[in-house]
């Protein structure tokens, strides 16, 4: 049999005779596994696909209809024999059919192939015909349906271009450009349409109508989108301006043409604009986050799957924190830049695909991410950097490396494995001229310095970042640096003859004024508290109950303490009961070492227990010092309490 959903779904025995798959249901039951491309789909998840709200009898409702579509696939099939082609597996149906029976499946193995071999692609024209109109036509729009439309549709606009470009390489496609006209007036969004669409009235001995092509492309991506044209989009203006020979096809050669330079692309983008304003800090940096918000849905507005790829994966500015500043906004950030990567595919553009699966990276903070979406951002970062490499792209790699960075706080720890990063990070931004992460890479090997107590080489990467901050106008630096200098005076109030504990709390209160102003809620919002508890727990005093303070993320690891230090132990044991399992950000080994505090002085040995086991990777570390901003003192010092209360010191 062979089945066809390039349209409407419809089925046909081998001798060319209709095969009737009932009501809409039946043929939403075949198109679902049919876009499972003969993997098997569970029963849960038919269900869940087929009805929005399921009734108690939908998993009999589906059991019947893949029995009437049994009957209707194989109707000569001998009673109580096994079924050969809607087949039951596990807990769910597969279809098991040649990829060649299915039509949606023939066109991708076809366009797979011209993608690996170019001088297949002019001949994708016999497989475009397999197209009747949209996909899965007849079917009600679910979500699978939407996506696999989505999807599917992407894949066709690839192959008609793709076709195009190989017609225009080989010399061939006459009519080609009234065929592009049509294809840019359908979808306007589609830069690589309408340079196509150039290339081709070029050819044609139409230089001033090509040129003009270019410059409505460049106005309605700058002036409604905010994005620059594409470097190639740029190569070519300039090959048609100076009359290249690398517009001919082979064994031609084409008019010498004006030498003219290119004009101007006019004024920064949105997207270039932000991406400055990102690194200003303040009132621009959240300015800058609303306007990449407005321009990735405009993009995707204009359903040009390339385009809200470029726009997403732009806004490549370092990032060192493990917390959003805008935990809706980067959710918003991540579910788009997951659209786009499911309707590019797996065969989509490597750098394109890199760069989205960087952002996921870079804006699922661990903070606010857990759980399948904790996995899915620790597999994009690993794939991002992955891609990265293979294409020999630093800027890339660069941005991929925060990915991981951020994605590096799995256990307490790590803080060795995170300076490997920012010696990488280093390595390729002074080598390859990213001044911005240049002083990523120094910012992240000062806090994994600070991690491990190395407070000297910290001071050394702090200077250095100062340094190239201040010659790339780099605000932010400062307000970080301020905050290490502190957590130094902190640490060194201890020492006999040090500054005393006041001179740290004051530290730590004007860098915080700074930070107040700095644009970075996610990073200011509970910091002085928590550095001024850990000062205390330095010098052995009880948690400040300052009733003004705003304990932020950091409450339930810091109420028992503070609860304690009101006399108020019966609280103090519930709210420890309360607290949950430390985030995996730069805070963790602080909020650990909190709890370890805690069920000491409170005797729980349960709670000790899990917090030792927890800190014993990071018994080299310092609480708290993993961002470089405030200290709690070694973590043995925690940790050994733990332990003692849990009955298992050595």
Same mark, same amino acid.
């Given at each position: 049999?062979?089945?066809?959903?390039?349209?409407?779904? &419809?089925?046909?025995?081998?001798?060319?005779?209709?095969?009737?798959?009932?009501?809409?249901?039946?043929?939403?039951?075949?198109?679902?596994?049919?876009?499972?491309?003969?993997?098997?789909?569970?029963?849960?998840?038919?269900?869940?696909?087929?009805?929005?709200?399921?009734?108690?009898? #939908?998993?009999?409702?589906?059991?019947?209809?893949?029995?009437?579509?049994?009957?209707?696939? @194989?109707?000569?099939?001998?009673?109580?024999?096994?079924?050969? %082609?809607?087949?039951?597996?596990?807990?769910?149906?597969?279809?098991?059919?040649?990829?060649?029976?299915?039509?949606?499946?023939?066109?991708?193995?076809?366009?797979?192939? !011209?993608?690996?071999?170019?001088?297949?692609?002019?001949?994708?024209?016999?497989?475009?015909?397999?197209?009747?109109?949209?996909?899965?036509? /007849?079917?009600?729009?679910?979500?699978?349906?939407?996506?696999?439309?989505?999807?599917?549709?992407?894949?066709?606009?690839?192959?008609? @271009?793709?076709?195009?470009?190989?017609?225009?390489?080989?010399?061939?496609?006459?009519?080609?450009?009234?065929?592009? !006209?049509?294809? %840019?007036? @359908?979808?306007?969004?589609?830069?690589?349409?309408?340079?196509?669409?150039?290339?081709?009235?070029?050819? /044609?001995?139409?230089?001033?109508?090509?040129?003009? +092509?270019?410059?409505?492309?460049?106005?309605?991506?700058?002036?409604?989108?905010?994005?620059?044209?594409?470097?190639?989009?740029?190569?070519?203006?300039?090959?048609?301006?100076?009359?290249?020979?690398?517009?001919?096809?082979?064994?031609?050669?084409?008019?010498?043409?004006?030498? +003219?330079?290119?004009?101007?692309? =006019?004024?920064?983008?949105?997207?270039?604009?932000?991406?400055?304003?990102?690194?200003?800090?303040? /009132?621009?940096?959240?300015?800058?986050?609303?306007?990449?918000?407005?321009?990735?849905?405009?993009?995707?507005?204009?359903?040009?799957?390339?385009?809200?790829?470029?726009?997403?994966? *732009?806004?490549?500015?370092?990032?060192?924190?493990?917390?959003?500043?805008?935990?809706?906004?980067?959710?918003?950030?991540?579910?788009?830049?997951?659209?786009?990567?499911?309707?590019?595919?797996?065969?989509?553009?490597?750098?394109?695909?890199?760069?989205?699966?960087?952002?996921?990276?870079?804006?699922?903070?661990?903070?606010?991410?857990?759980?399948?979406?904790?996995?899915?951002?620790?597999?994009?970062?690993?794939?991002?950097?992955?891609?990265?490499?293979?294409?020999?792209?630093?800027?890339?790699?660069?941005?991929?490396?925060? =990915?991981?960075?951020? &994605?590096?706080? +799995?256990?307490?720890?790590?803080?060795?494995?995170?300076?490997?990063?920012?010696?990488?990070?280093?390595?390729?931004?002074?080598?390859?001229?990213?001044?911005?992460?240049?002083?990523?890479?120094?910012?992240?090997?000062?806090?994994?310095?600070?991690?491990?107590?190395?407070? =000297?080489?910290?001071?050394?990467?702090?200077?250095? #970042?100062?340094?190239?901050? *201040?010659?790339? @106008?780099?605000?932010?630096?400062?307000?970080?640096?301020?905050?290490?200098?502190?957590?130094?005076?902190?640490?060194?109030?201890?020492?006999?003859?040090?500054?005393?504990?006041?001179?740290?709390?004051?530290?730590?209160?004007?860098?915080?004024?700074?930070?107040?102003?700095?644009?970075?809620?996610?990073?200011?919002?509970?910091?002085?508290?928590?550095?001024?508890?850990?000062?205390?727990?330095?010098?052995?005093?009880?948690?400040?109950?300052?009733?003004?303070? /705003?304990?932020?993320?950091?409450?339930?690891?810091?109420?028992?303490?503070?609860?304690?230090?009101?006399?108020?132990?019966?609280?103090?044991?519930?709210?420890?009961?309360?607290?949950?399992?430390?985030?995996?950000?730069?805070?963790?080994?602080?909020?650990?070492?909190?709890?370890?505090?805690?069920?000491? !002085?409170?005797?729980?040995?349960?709670?000790?227990?899990?917090?030792?086991?927890?800190?014993?990777?990071?018994?080299?570390?310092? #609480?708290? #010092? !993993?961002?470089?901003?405030?200290?709690? =003192?070694?973590?043995?010092?925690?940790?050994?309490?733990?332990?003692?209360?849990?009955?298992?010191?050595?």
């Amino acid at each position: 049999m062979r089945i066809e959903v390039l349209g409407a779904v &419809q089925a046909w025995h081998d001798d060319g005779r209709p095969i009737s798959l009932g009501g809409p249901r039946h043929r939403e039951v075949l198109g679902r596994l049919v876009a499972a491309q003969g993997r098997m789909v569970t029963t849960d998840a038919l269900v869940d696909d087929l009805w929005d709200d399921p009734p108690s009898s #939908a998993v009999g409702a589906l059991r019947t209809f893949v029995a009437a579509l049994r009957r209707a696939v @194989e109707p000569d099939r001998p009673p109580r024999t096994p079924p050969r %082609v809607l087949v039951t597996q596990g807990t769910g149906y597969l279809l098991r059919l040649p990829r060649e029976a299915v039509d949606a499946h023939r066109f991708q193995d076809a366009l797979t192939a !011209a993608r690996r071999s170019p001088d297949t692609a002019a001949g994708l024209g016999e497989t475009l015909a397999l197209w009747r109109g949209p996909a899965y036509a /007849d079917l009600p729009g679910s979500s699978w349906v939407e996506h696999e439309r989505l999807r599917l549709e992407e894949l066709r606009l690839q192959a008609v @271009e793709l076709r195009a470009d190989a017609l225009l390489a080989s010399g061939g496609g006459a009519g080609l450009a009234a065929e592009l !006209a049509g294809h %840019v007036a @359908e979808h306007p969004w589609r830069e690589p349409a309408w340079g196509l669409l150039a290339r081709a009235l070029h050819r /044609d001995g139409r230089r001033a109508e090509a040129l003009a +092509t270019l410059r409505r492309a460049r106005t309605m991506l700058v002036e409604q989108l905010g994005l620059d044209p594409s470097p190639r989009m740029q190569r070519l203006e300039t090959d048609i301006l100076t009359g290249s020979p690398d517009l001919d096809p082979p064994g031609e050669h084409g008019p010498t043409g004006s030498t +003219t330079t290119r004009t101007p692309l =006019g004024p920064r983008t949105t997207v270039d604009v932000a991406r400055t304003l990102a690194l200003a800090g303040g /009132d621009a940096l959240v300015g800058s986050r609303r306007d990449r918000l407005t321009a990735i849905v405009a993009a995707e507005r204009t359903g040009d799957v390339t385009l809200t790829a470029r726009v997403i994966g *732009a806004y490549d500015v370092p990032a060192i924190w493990s917390r959003a500043d805008d935990p809706d906004q980067a959710r918003a950030v991540v579910a788009a830049a997951e659209r786009t990567l499911r309707r590019i595919g797996p065969d989509g553009p490597a750098d394109l695909r890199a760069r989205l699966l960087a952002t996921v990276a870079t804006e699922s903070r661990s903070a606010d991410t857990t759980g399948a979406a904790l996995e899915t951002a620790h597999t994009a970062a690993r794939a991002a950097q992955a891609l990265a490499r293979d294409l020999k792209d630093p800027a890339l790699l660069a941005f991929a490396l925060n =990915g991981v960075f951020l &994605q590096s706080f +799995t256990r307490p720890g790590l803080a060795a494995r995170r300076d490997e990063i920012g010696a990488e990070l280093l390595t390729v931004a002074c080598h390859h001229g990213l001044p911005a992460f240049a002083i990523l890479g120094h910012l992240v090997r000062l806090q994994s310095a600070s991690a491990l107590g190395e407070l =000297g080489t910290a001071a050394e990467h702090a200077a250095a #970042a100062e340094a190239l901050a *201040a010659a790339h @106008e780099s605000p932010l630096v400062p307000v970080l640096t301020a905050w290490f200098r502190a957590r130094v005076t902190a640490a060194r109030s201890t020492e006999p003859g040090g500054p005393t504990a006041a001179t740290a709390a004051a530290a730590y209160r004007a860098a915080d004024g700074d930070l107040a102003t700095s644009g970075m809620p996610g990073l200011h919002r509970g910091l002085l508290p928590l550095a001024l508890l850990g000062l205390r727990l330095l010098h052995g005093r009880p948690a400040p109950t300052d009733p003004g303070l /705003d304990w932020g993320p950091y409450l339930p690891w810091a109420a028992p303490l503070v609860l304690l230090a009101q006399d108020r132990a019966a609280q103090a044991r519930a709210a420890l009961a309360a607290a949950p399992e430390p985030p995996g950000d730069h805070m963790q080994e602080a909020l650990w070492c909190l709890t370890a505090h805690a069920a000491a !002085a409170l005797d729980r040995p349960d709670v000790a227990a899990r917090a030792a086991t927890a800190l014993r990777g990071a018994r080299a570390e310092h #609480a708290g #010092a !993993a961002g470089g901003m405030l200290t709690l =003192g070694p973590v043995e010092r925690y940790l050994t309490e733990a332990e003692v209360c849990a009955g298992t010191a050595r």
